[in-house]
């Protein structure tokens, strides 16, 4: 079957960095992608990759391993208004997107 | 970058009632639109896959009769549930692609989801 497997919950400092990982078992693999979500809003897009290797976006990047099915997003400099669910998702041999349960990211002061 | 909106953002209604909910790309054509509903602390949850001009294509599980879906042209879907009841209550979102774009690298773009509670 098709997984995406993500942590549930961290919790981070503000200034510092973190790392979200996940993992995936798709039925073909077309690109994985990460997602930000704040409470009671919909999903906003952060990163997409399809090639191994990290892609570096600001204060974010997002890495991937196809060989072994896994992926981080990488937080830098973090901030209280960072403090969100962090979505990863597959897209599978149809072009579908498998979600991963969300890691929910708790800054601290 | 490209616009979904949907609408309402809320509605409270009574059990038994039917809800309408409208998705409308606003800069892109979207052949194809995508339901989902996501309870509290749970992942989103693909309910169907909206086509235009044929039926949606619902997931295992959801009642085609109770969700019902058209899409009508190529910027608006709609979903409505019917008769809905108090476990009905949920965050119902749609996202679209443009299919102007290749299609593995296309961003889903998500309207601002709606919360449906029915007392």
């Known amino acids: 079957g098709q997984n995406i497997d993500q942590p549930t919950e961290m919790t981070a400092t503000e200034g510092a960095i973190v790392q979200i990982n996940c993992t995936y078992q798709t039925s073909g693999f077309n690109g994985l992608f990460w997602y930000q979500q704040h409470a009671g809003e919909a999903p906003t897009f952060l990163s997409y990759n399809v090639l191994d290797g990290l892609e570096e976006k600001g204060r974010f990047s997002s890495f991937l391993s196809r060989s072994k099915g896994y992926s981080y997003l990488l937080l830098k400099e973090l901030q209280m208004k960072d403090s969100a669910s962090y979505l990863c998702?597959?897209?599978?041999?149809?072009?579908?997107?498998?979600w991963g349960a969300g890691t929910k990211l708790i800054i601290k002061p | 970058g490209a616009v979904v909106s949907q609408h309402p953002s809320w509605v409270i209604c009574k059990s038994g009632t039917s809800v309408k909910i409208e998705c409308r790309s606003l800069?892109?054509?979207?052949?194809?639109m995508f339901w989902y509903r996501q309870f509290p602390k749970q992942s989103l949850m693909l309910m169907a896959t909206s086509n235009e001009g044929s039926k949606a294509t619902y997931e295992q599980g959801v009642e085609k009769d109770k969700f019902l879906i058209n899409h009508a042209s190529l910027t608006l879907s709609t979903l409505t549930v019917t008769s809905a009841h108090p476990e009905d209550s949920s965050f119902y979102i749609c996202?679209?692609?443009?299919?102007?774009?290749?299609?593995?690298?296309?961003?889903?773009?998500f309207g601002q989801g709606t919360r449906l509670t029915v007392v």
């Open positions: 996202s679209a692609r443009d299919h102007g774009q290749a299609l593995a690298d296309t961003e889903a773009f």
């Open positions: 998702a597959a897209t599978d041999s149809n072009y579908q997107l498998i």
């Open positions: 800069d892109f054509q979207a052949t194809t």
